[in-house]
């Protein structure tokens, strides 16, 4: 097991810039998690440091040592691919074990390792076939096996559960984070798909434009994003977002848009007339029976939780099972909804959104979070 | 009336494979016919007889040019595809400076028409003092543009995490080639080597300019002074001589049909 650190890396293709000063320690034992969507860089951080791209600048260290240059069999790490990458005119054991054999492992610490992993990943019985005659699931798992049997300093993993079918995708990401807990070899994991970023890493990275947007642990980046992009790629269904503007009055604050306006306290540092945006999650907002008629009556009120209320009119309605996604037309603004299935308000129905002030992100016009709106029982009023 | 229209269909099929198999056939037999019989059309010999090979066989070293022709064609082939992957194996993989000068040049290659180049290369062999040597049946063959290309093309579709996967298994490029490109591109090796092979086996114009010594004769060339130079005397000994020329290719054919087809029905369609 080892600790890999990033120290300013940049990796352009000609002019143009892929990756842009990323720096970055992974603890020893860790599961970072890098997610991102396509062209963030995530694959091509993956794999400077594999070996198998040259970074521009800066110095990666695997257990302190710099492997910058050093080519892709001397780093001691395993990748598993996004189309798992086996060799298909070979058995699943010559695919497990071709790696030991190129590095003279002795024959029988290779029977041992390859029974091991076969053992846990379930494999003992496919052996003697070869990848053609697996499913998704078994070519994923002899993947795996293949980077497990190799007892790397670090596991590498590229969007690996992108070509499996959703049943099999949480299966495998179950297995994926049990393994990883119980060898505790340090993991660095690219996906696009935050549900897997969430449930998988002890850290994520959301990285954007090549650049990291925001580090921390799951809940950190769900409850406390640095900014709307990390607002808005973490988290399903996405954060609802309103653009407005804000007004001082007396030495307070609120938050207009659309005639829809809310103190949010002395906190936000902000000048009068600066264009923000609010955020809040669809669980973070309560439907109850409306106080007016109209849903273009937009005053909005202080409901019981001391959060604002807005009233709104129920656009549609996406039943679930246990929750239903409501997208409520209110205030000039479509918000959506996570409410319990099984008392979902009817389509067209009269509503009061009641905000949960506690909830509520502000953003800067540039994206930045402004305030940290959850501190302090006054910021939003 | 659809049956009918059938019949007449493998009919004409039937006339069509007859024109092309039907010389071919009549050439064999009449190998093994005495001169009196050679004239006629008949496909079964009335007095069969090995004469026109022993004739052959004694008037010229046809033992010889079979194993010059052997040699020639088996080193060239060999060379074509070892050396040539690697090429194509670098063009498609590797990064390097001037990548794309060396593809636009193979390819430049491929629009010189060979008997351009032949008088220079003449010229180039005699300088070198390599008239009459087995250098200078091979070496100018040991790179063919075509055999990169299609190579190249073939390599390129082999998905690139299969390399990255086995250069992070602890394999160097060369091993990669050979034992991970390599048995996944057997069909695009396989035409190039039936193509290489024949078109050195039956090449004649380039023998016929560099080599002079009948020991070093290559089998068509041999045949083709054998045959017009009036040694062979009867029409028989000639097409005795040709046969000789055919076999190795059919018998090579056999063993490659498989991998020929798969390639001709294949190209362009991933595996």
Known sequence: ?????????????????????????????????????????????????????????????????????????????????????????????????????????????????????????????????KPKALSGGQRQRVAMGRAMVREPLVFLFDEPLSNLDAALRAQMRLEIGSLQRRLRTTTVYVTHDQVEAMTLGDRIVVLAGGRIQQVGRPIELYRAPANRFVAGFIGTPAMNFMDGAIAREDGRASFVSHGVSWTIGDSA???????????????????????????????????????????????????????????????????????????????????ALRLRHDRVHLFAPDGAALCDTRSGDDSIG | MRRLGRVTLYLLLAIAALTFIYPFLWMTSSTFKPPIEVGTLSLIPEHPTFDNYRTMWARAPFGRALFNSMLVATSITSAVLVLGSMTAYAMARLHFRGRPVLNAATMLVLLVPGQLTLIPLYTFIVQLGWIDTYAALIVPYLFNATAILLLRQFFLQIPQSLIDSARMDGMGELRILFTIVWPLARPALAIVAIFTFMGSWNEVLWPLLVVRDAQLMTLPQLLTVFALGGGAGSVGVSLASAMVLVVPVVIAYMFLQRYFIESMAGAGIKG
């Open chain 1, 269 to 351: 540092a902000v000048q009068d007339g600066t264009p923000v945006t609010v955020g809040i999650r669809p669980e973070d907002i309560r439907v109850g029976a409306s106080h007016h008629a109209a849903p273009d009556a937009v005053d909005a009120k202080r409901s019981e939780d001391g959060g604002p209320s807005i009233a709104g009119r129920v656009l549609l309605v996406e039943r679930l099972g246990a929750s239903s996604h409501v997208h409520v037309e209110a205030g000039g603004h479509r918000l959506m909804v996570t409410v319990n299935g099984d008392s979902p308000p009817e389509l067209g129905a009269d509503v």
């Open chain 1, 1 to 129: 097991m080892a600790s890999v650190s990033f120290e300013h890396v940049t990796k352009r293709f000609g002019t143009t810039s892929v990756v842009e000063d990323f720096d970055l320690v992974v603890e020893d034992g860790e599961l970072l998690v890098l997610v991102g969507g396509s062209g963030s860089g995530k694959s091509t951080i993956l794999r400077m440091l594999a070996g198998l791209e040259q970074p521009s600048s800066g110095t990666i260290r695997i257990d302190g040592h710099d492997v910058t240059s050093q080519a892709p069999r001397a780093r001691d790490v395993a990748m598993v691919f996004q189309d798992y990458a086996l060799y298909p005119h070979m058995t699943v054991r010559e695919n497990l074990s071709l790696g030991l054999r190129l590095r003279n492992v002795d024959k029988a610490e290779i029977e041992r390792r390859v029974l091991w992993a076969s053992g846990i990943l379930g494999l003992a019985t496919l052996l003697d076939r």
